[in-house]
């Protein structure tokens, strides 16, 4: 995992956290109620624009290969 105080961006600090926690076997969860992004299509300041809406949930778990 890297160093958390040399983390300078949002998926740096999502990747060490996800590390963190998958080494200790937890278990990651996300419940999204009438969540809605906006993704751009392309990087231009005009750039089209679709709607991604999500309701539900997603579960990621992990497990080491030392099952008991």
Known sequence: MSDVSSTKTW??????????????????????????????????ANAERATWKLNGAVRITTRSGEEK
Request: net charge negative; charged share 25%.
């Open 11 to 44: 998926p740096e600090l999502a990747i060490g956290l996800y590390d963190l926690l998958t080494e200790r076997n937890a278990e990651i969860a996300y419940k999204f109620e009438n969540l809605e992004v906006t993704v751009p299509g392309s990087t231009a």
